[in-house]
């Protein structure tokens, strides 16, 4: 409500008359509006038989042959306006050794390394049913953990007994056919061994191994550094980049071990920021994803949890309802990029590691639907590993802004941050409270409200609880008063300022 343009010191007067002078204090920003809703899909339609192609949409597929290319300001911009892409040949020329990622150099390096592995039902892509043979779209898995040196173990084991399958389908066949298939196969024998079904009715993915650790796993960060700069983990132009605090999986790489059939559930990444995956291989995945804007559509939640849930859409289903979809195979060395809020699931079709990792391009388009994502999450009482506030005065302090979309928008979020800080500052003096400054440590991780889990910026209200110093949003804290805990009158609670409002420009 108020300009963007208007100055500190305007702001801070303006938010001092909210406790001193509430008759002549007027809203800095709107506070009484309706809570957040998914965006509008466009039309959808049931598909006719005319229109069922169009729906499959064809993958956007850039194929680079030169570093050149792999450098040019062209790639960046077609990923960056594409809801998902394929990206072929950049790990080739750049040299990037993924070998380093396999199964037998993790095994060399850190065979105790923690693996966390979700154990699933073994179904072909397009088929999801129940423990009882019922279609259904939510996905049944049961978690545990397991070291690097078992599940190599594991890989191993099943890919010797495909390869013993085969063999016996070949001697059966008799040896006039298995020489008809060893003469006509060739070299694409062997790949097609990565691509058979297991014949077991379980399977075990390995999933989320951090590889975060820059001292034990220093190779393999070094390796990912080739990488052009929109698509490294540490870039100027990454948003995450200036979080100051490590938020694993996101502004760190992960790896996942898998057998055919292993499934990643359909979702969108953490609050919608951007992902870079590539296949180490040497096996394939089978990629689909939904343009963001079709992700709040009815044909699309089926009424399931969308962000605590596990399902994986049917393909047909969502073709056949008039929702759009892109469906592609990523190859050993393949990079996928997925597009801020894409909503995208796979599945393993041989066996093969992958690495991922988050993005955050300088767009509005990001900015927009992080943000939005960030106070859809408050709604749903889920926890957004990103802190936006905080994020927002990390790129305001690091960052010269040339685009005028991205700077009102960071500029926005700045005065309704700082707006209410003020006033919780000022709600607290006024009840007698003393505000303690406690700088931030180098790396700190920004700190979330125990009872809600929303960030908890600059202010933090903390009280001893049997030894330990619980951190509260000012909302969970003054609902203490009527459960007893007082929290607000307690002596032992305490006020933790990250950015002083002296800091503040009174400009």
């Known amino acids: 409500m108020v300009p963007l343009d208007i100055s500190s010191a305007e702001l801070m007067e303006m938010c001092s008359k909210r406790i001193d002078r509430p008759a002549e204090f007027t809203p800095i920003f709107c506070e009484k509006v309706p809570p957040p809703q998914p965006p509008d899909a466009p039309c959808v339609k049931p598909a006719s038989p005319g229109r069922t192609s169009t729906l499959l949409r064809p993958t956007p597929l850039v194929v680079v042959e030169s570093r050149k290319d792999a450098q040019a300001p062209e790639l960046q911009r077609f990923c960056e306006s594409s809801p998902i892409a394929l990206i072929r040949g950049l790990t080739g020329v750049l040299k990037m050794d993924l070998s380093l990622f396999s199964t037998k150099t993790l095994l060399e390096m850190a065979p105790e ?71 006509s196969a060739g070299v694409k024998r062997r790949r097609g061994l990565y691509e058979c079904a297991m014949p077991m009715k379980m399977l075990k993915f390995g999933t989320n191994v951090d590889l975060s650790d820059d001292t034990k796993w220093r190779a393999q960060i070094q390796e990912l550094a080739k990488m052009p700069p929109f698509c490294r983990i540490i870039a100027g132009c990454n948003m995450l980049s200036h979080l100051g605090h490590t938020v694993l999986g996101m502004n760190t790489t992960q790896l996942y071990m898998k057998v055919p059939g292993s499934r990643t559930p359909a979702h969108q990444e953490n609050n919608c920021f951007a992902s870079i995956n590539i296949n180490v291989g040497p096996g394939d995945c089978e990629w689909f994803g939904c343009p963001y804007e079709y992700w709040g559509s009815s044909h699309f939640r089926r009424n399931l949890d969308f962000l605590k849930g ?198």
């Open 310 to 507: 596990s399902f994986w859409p049917n393909f047909e289903d969502l073709i056949e309802e008039g929702v759009p979809v892109y469906r592609f195979t990523q190859k050993a060395g393949d990079l996928v990029w997925v597009g801020g809020g894409c909503v995208h699931w796979v599945q393993a079709t041989g066996w093969c590691n992958n690495i991922a990792w988050n993005v955050g391009p300088l767009t509005a388009t990001q900015l927009q639907i992080s943000i939005f994502s960030y106070e859809w999450n408050k709604l749903q009482s889920y926890k957004s590993l990103v802190p936006m506030q905080h994020l927002c005065w990390q790129l305001a302090k690091n960052i010269r802004f040339t685009n005028q979309k991205v700077f009102s928008l960071i500029r926005g979020q700045l005065i309704r941050s700082l707006a209410f800080c003020k006033m919780v500052a000022n709600l607290s003096t006024s009840r007698g409270k003393q505000l303690k400054p406690q700088p931030r440590a180098k790396g700190e991780i920004t700190h979330y409200c125990t009872l809600c889990e929303v960030e908890v910026f600059n202010i933090l209200f903390v009280k001893e609880i049997n030894g330990k110093f619980p951190v509260y949003c000012v909302y969970c804290a003054r609902r203490f008063v009527s459960c007893s805990l007082s929290i607000f009158a307690s002596d032992r609670l305490i006020f933790n300022i990250y950015y002083i409002l002296k800091h503040v420009k009174h400009n």
């Open 113 to 183: 390394h923690e693996v966390e592995v979700r154990t699933q039902y073994r179904m072909p892509c397009d088929m999801n049913v129940d423990h009882l043979g019922q279609p259904t779209w939510e996905c049944m898995s049961t978690r545990s953990f397991t070291t690097v040196m078992k599940y190599a173990q594991y890989q191993a084991e099943t890919f010797k007994h495909s390869l013993k399958e085969e063999a016996e389908k070949l001697r059966s066949a008799g040896a006039k056919y298995a020489q008809h298939v060893a003469d």
